[in-house]
């Protein structure tokens, strides 16, 4: 349609109003998926036309037809003809250029007050008069709340925190002076509003002071005239001055706490910011600087914080000695609530900080807290709460419940709507409860919730001794309450809570529909909020629905104003529609990324499409594609665990750093994008079918030092932090090159500052190789300098690097690695490091590799004896399944009644439920150490685990690994009934594939055990039915069955059994003449999995060694073994081996008659074999003794003769 569109109109305008109706009418995601396509499609036909593109028509279309619904957006024309951009924030604020006239006025009011303070403050012996009074009231109104809203940089935006806000008020704090020394406030110039969101820095602005300059003024205003004794006076009255506020409660505009309650509110804007300045410059904004996502504790916040609180003592204090002109109302419990919510806040954060790692504290958690103690220490006797409990987050919050108790007490009591309680205290409440981290937190906004709706409903509250999960309240709720309910849900990543605020947003929305009370509407806050929470349950689905949601609001109300002008005025687009914005499409593709769901990659890429062509349109400006996004993509198709998706990725990444060169600022790759580009090397790192020859870790290390070459190179600030060299380190330590572990070590030498999790990777490294004694002791010497480092505290060691260092020693070849796995076990304790179940069960899987299954057995023991004690040591259900499967590779008689017994205590335990595994492992015990009973009893495991399966035991299912054990066992076993029990098996697994269970598949495993069995049987009909089954197998191939499909290893089997025939010697060389004529066949089809083996040579040798019959029958097989050799003397891709030769020779003893032709064919196979290389061994040599006795003599060394003679031991191995 976008192209016959493009092609039909010649308008470009045109086309471009019928693309956006055409976006618009899309309303599923897979309509809405196209609309990268359908960019490219209308940049393709619009430039072949009339030689333009998208870009360039735009310009165009936002002056004409979309002048009325592009983002509301107003573009007015410079005098250089550049465009000025006066930005509209949709439910929000609008901020409007400041005119010459309203310039001017500001700096003679700011030189009228400079001059008035300056004489105010140097007054001694003050008068007091009327004009007096009424000077220092018009100052201190002007410095706490005019100066502020005038000069104060992050005014008119500070209200979304945005980015250019933040640097501007960072470069105000650097120039605060902390002390109460008085400012030369007459050398103070006027500042500005600056236009089209750009800062600026001059020397001029720099030198205004500090963003608090006013607060600071007002306050030794205010302790000027507490020590000039005006306050009787009336300097708080604001009915004599008139109110600066415009409040629809004239209680709060004419409240004598009004002017304190300013002060404060501007000393807390850091808090509001979650801090900035200060002594910490990793401020780590990357989008919109909410408190919610960006808080940063640091010294400027905790200096606001400290400023804040003893302004709120002081107006305490004023109310205890004048009570008259101060007391406590609504407004001054608003303001207490506000302080100690910020001080809740940031114990909340140095609590977090000393209890899991990786905090976004912005200092050292104790030497914050010192800091507070410190600035406040001279006024600690004004705090109502002790010592003790007012640097605790749960005394701060008991002390908020107190103040708000008696708050509603002194209301209820005096009836008073000087002090009638305000919604605003329930939300720094709720928003104080709701960042702590504390177990009853949910439970507790929870209760202020319903009974501020309760209140709402009944505007009477409900008693809360008559409902526990209610709290009685006295204001209704508002969108702030909500947001503040929806945060503490958010924090929970678990998807019931997800659900629980996507519910609560719902019925936001269904309140609001019911009252039209625009108080309780969800604002983009709110909506953020819940799409976070989904995201962070990787509930996509959910929440790209309320992006949909969202955009047909939007667009529907696009439409409307398009048809109605009279619905363009301001105030109407401000409270009619909520913009998706770039935070609410970052959250729906972090949502993709943590779905994990196999089409995350291609959805988070059609959204971000969604995104740039929303942008290029018009349709919705403000969501151009940052580095968030593309990070998040980029992690998205890093998670696929696939070739293809790791290289999009960097794809992406290489975009990125062509736009950023281009000058799109937005989508400056940093550390994160390339640690996400790196995550998807490391994904696929070792996993087979994707890391073809280590290639993985060999591309994550070219990346690695690609963020090297463009730092030093470009303008790029990219570092190459810990993490970066630690996801390298991983790909090497998970990669199967055989150079993976040197290569480890020495990329651990590049790290600037390794952690444990470097040194961890190297080790784990170690173990993934052939760990010999020379790769043990590369590992201690690692680990002890790990140990060295953590004792001059350069680094940390904990649980995990035992656990890694143990299995070096466990999967190790040393016989004593398990004995040396122990010993670190047992000296965790000493070096303060607790034991839990994993610490046991590695040396139980040690000792279990070696047979040890009394050291194992008695290891699970102790687990068990302590375990009361100790429960994170309580044995987990490996444990009992590493000593099942230590019993089976151990020699015990009785090792299968241990085994049963074991399984037998599992299932009775509470604390653990047996799986798979256990019963997997008690079939391979019955396997390898069973008597005759074995097949019956390894089958009677199989039923149970069937059983137990269907009772709904769900970590209980037979799957093809048991199946094969069971029908190994049979083909192990030497009762005559066995292969027929094989047999019928395998019939089963079939037939309940077919009945629908379609995770019973019986693989190539399966089918071997089947037709080994039939090969032991040596019944006459063992041949024919190993070549039945070998036809089933070729059969599943050719349909595309998910059943056993044929392999070097089943061809072999069928081999064996003819060769355990009774057949004649010709019908056997036939027989095996067929099944190797097969196996070429299956080669030159592109099978290679079926391509002959030096297993099958040496089995057709020894099977034609031993044919039987007349002197045609052992010709017959004679010419077959003569051209099966030298089919392998002439192969390319391999050569014969020792078993090979041995068995050839046994051909030339057994069908060759003794003479010349025998020991010249005995002498040239010697000779070949010893020309060949290391072919040689004693049963070589005792072969070629006996099939030619005379040229052994001839060739022979004394030494290889003796060698031949004292041949103790086939070497079936070979064969094997």
């Known amino acids: 349609i976008l192209r016959r569109l493009a092609i039909v109109h010649s308008n470009s305008i045109t086309i471009m109003s019928r693309y956006c109706q055409v976006c618009r009418s899309l309303s599923s995601w897979s309509q809405r998926r196209l609309l990268g396509q359908a960019a490219s499609s209308i940049k393709v036909s619009s430039s072949l036309h009339r030689g333009i593109s998208v870009m360039d028509i735009m310009p165009a279309v936002n002056t004409s037809i979309h002048i009325s619904s592009l983002c509301r957006q107003r573009r007015t024309l410079s005098s250089s003809g550049q465009q000025t951009t006066s930005k509209l924030n949709i439910k929000g604020n609008v901020v409007q250029p400041i005119s010459e006239a309203q310039r001017r006025a500001a700096q003679l009011e700011l030189d009228r007050m400079n001059e008035s303070t300056s004489r105010l403050l140097h007054m001694t012996d003050v008068p007091v008069s009327d004009s007096i009074v009424n000077e220092t009231r018009v100052a201190l109104n002007y410095w706490s709340r005019r100066w502020y809203m005038h000069f104060h940089p992050g005014f008119g935006r500070a209200a979304k925190g945005s980015q250019l806000s933040l640097q501007a008020l960072r470069q105000w704090d650097k120039h605060d002076n902390t002390d109460n020394n008085m400012i030369d406030v007459g050398s103070l110039t006027a500042t500005t509003e600056p236009q089209n969101e750009e800062i600026k820095t001059n020397n001029e602005q720099l030198q205004q002071g500090g963003g608090d300059h006013g607060a600071r003024q007002a306050e030794r205003l205010l302790d000027w005239s507490i020590e000039n004794k005006l306050i009787p006076h009336g300097i708080f009255d604001l009915s004599k001055e008139g109110s600066y506020i415009k409040s629809a409660d004239q209680h709060l505009a004419s409240s004598p706490n009004l002017t304190c309650a300013n002060i404060v509110q501007t000393y807390l804007l850091p808090c509001e910011f979650g801090g900035f300045g200060g002594s910490n410059d990793s401020y780590g904004f990357r989008n919109d600087a909410t408190l919610s996502k960006h808080f940063i504790a640091n010294a400027s916040y905790v200096r606001a914080l400290a400023d804040a609180t003893r302004v709120m ?422 990669s199967m090159n055989p150079s993976a572990s040197e290569r480890a070590l020495k990329l651990l030498r590049e790290v600037p500052n390794p952690d444990e999790c470097s040194y961890n990777s190297v080790l784990h490294a170690m173990t993934k190789q052939t760990t010999g004694t020379e790769m043990v002791t590369s590992a201690e010497a690692l680990f002890e300098e790990m140990k060295g480092l953590k004792e001059k505290k350069h680094l940390s060691i904990s649980e995990i690097t035992f656990h890694v260092m143990m299995n070096v020693y466990g999967k190790s070849r040393n016989v004593d690695g398990a004995t040396r796995a122990e010993a670190l076990l047992r000296s965790m304790q000493s070096d303060g490091l607790s034991l839990n179940a994993t610490s046991y069960n590695i040396c139980i899987d040690a000792y279990a590799r070696r047979g040890d299954s009394k050291k194992a057995k008695s290891l699970l023991d102790e687990m068990i004896a302590i375990s009361e004690v100790h429960t994170e040591c309580r044995p987990t259900i490996h444990s009992f399944a590493a000593v099942v499967n230590a019993l089976a590779k151990s020699e015990a008689e009785d090792s299968v009644e241990q085994a049963q017994m074991i399984v037998r205590n599992v299932e009775e335990l509470d604390y653990v439920s047996p799986n798979s595994v256990l019963y997997n492992s008690l079939i391979d015990c019955i396997t390898k150490n069973g008597g005759l009973n074995a097949p019956s009893q390894s089958e009677d495991v199989l039923a149970k685990m069937r059983q137990m399966h269907h009772e709904g035991h769900s970590d209980v299912r037979p799957n093809p690994y048991a199946y094969s054990m069971v029908l190994t066992c049979c083909a192990r076993s030497q009762d005559k009934g066995a292969a027929e029990r094989a047999d019928r098996i395998l019939m089963n697994m079939e037939q309940m594939y077919e009945e629908g269970h379609s995770d019973v598949i019986a693989n190539d495993r399966c089918y071997s055990a089947v037709i080994t069995a039939w090969a032991r049987n040596g019944s006459v009909k063992a041949v024919q039915r190993s070549l039945d089954l070998l036809d089933r197998m070729e059969h599943n191939l050719k349909e595309d069955k998910p059943h056993g499909r044929p392999n070097a290893h089943c061809y072999n089997a069928c081999i064996h059994a003819v060769a355990k025939s009774d057949l004649s010697g010709s019908q056997k060389a036939r027989k095996c003449q067929e099944i190797l004529q097969r196996m070429i066949d299956q080669k030159e089809k592109g099978f290679h999995e079926s391509a002959p083996t030096l297993v099958t040579y040496s089995t057709i040798l020894n099977a034609c060694a031993y044919a039987n019959g007349d002197r045609n029958d052992k010709k017959e097989a004679f010419n077959l073994a003569k051209s099966c050799f030298q089919a392998l003397l002439e192969s390319k891709d391999m050569k014969p081996c020792p078993s090979c030769y041995t068995n050839f020779f046994l051909v030339i003893s057994r069908l060759l008659k003794p003479g010349e032709v025998r020991d010249m064919l005995a002498e040239a196979t010697y000779k070949e074999a010893s020309a060949d290389g290391g072919k040689i061994d004693r049963q070589v040599l005792k072969n070629f003794r006996n099939a030619s006795p005379v040229i052994a003599n001839k060739l022979l060394s004394d030494e290889e003769k003796l060698s031949a003679r004292n041949t103790l031991q086939p070497m079936m191995q070979y064969t094997k």
Request: proline share 2%.
């Open 313 to 734: 003592k002081k107006m305490k204090q004023l109310h205890s000695t004048n009570p008259d002109q101060l007391f406590p109302d609504t407004l001054s419990i608003v303001t207490e609530l506000n302080v100690w919510s910020k001080r809740a806040i940031l114990l909340s954060e140095i609590q977090s900080k000393d209890s899991v790692a990786g905090s976004n504290v912005g200092s050292n958690s104790s030497n914050l807290l010192e800091l507070l103690k410190t600035l406040e220490q001279d006024d600690e006797d004004s705090i109502s709460v002790g010592y003790d409990n007012k640097y605790t987050l749960q005394g701060c919050l008991d002390h908020m419940e107190t103040i708000l108790h008696d708050a509603e007490n002194r209301y209820t009591s005096t009836n008073d709507d000087r002090i009638r309680p305000s919604v605003d205290w329930y939300n720094h409440i709720i928003g104080a409860w709701a960042r702590s981290d504390l177990g009853d937190a949910m439970e507790k906004t929870k209760q202020f919730l319903y009974g501020m709706e309760k209140y709402d409903e009944t505007e009477v509250g409900v008693d809360s001794s008559t409902d526990s999960d209610i709290r009685r309240c006295w204001a209704k709720p508002n969108t702030i309450t909500y947001n503040g309910v929806l945060f503490s849900l958010a924090r929970d990543q678990g998807r019931g809570r997800a659900k629980v605020a996507q519910e609560m947003l719902n019925s936001m929305k269904e309140r609001y529909q019911q009252t039209k009370d625009e108080s309780i509407r969800p604002d983009d806050v709110s909506y953020g909020t819940v799409l976070h929470a989904l995201a962070q349950a990787g509930m996509a689905q959910e929440a790209e629905n309320i992006l949909d949601s969202l955009e047909d609001d939007y667009n529907a109300f696009i439409d409307q104003s398009e048809s109605d002008e009279q619905s363009l005025m301001l105030e109407s687009v401000v409270e009619s529609v909520v913009v998706p914005g770039l935070t609410i499409y970052n959250s729906v593709l972090n949502a993709w990324a943590n779905s994990f769901q196999r089409n995350a990659a291609e959805r988070s890429e059609s959204l971000l499409n969604r995104m740039k062509v929303l942008h290029q349109t018009g349709r919705n400006s403000g969501v151009d594609p940052d580095m968030i996004s593309l990070s998040t993509v980029m992690k998205c198709h890093s998670q696929s665990k696939s070739k293809e998706g790791t290289e999009r990725a960097e794809e992406l990444l290489n975009q990125a750093i062509a736009m950023y060169h281009q000058g799109n600022w937005k989508v400056k790759p940093d550390s994160i994008m390339f640690n996400c580009a790196l995550l998807g090397w490391a994904s696929i790192s070792g996993v087979e079918g994707q890391d073809q020859g280590g290639m993985a870790a060999e591309r994550a290390e070219l990346l690695l030092h690609k963020m090297k070459s463009l730092r030093e190179d470009s303008s790029l600030d990219i570092h190459q932090d810990t993490q970066s060299f630690n996801i390298v380190l991983d790909c090497w330590a998970k």
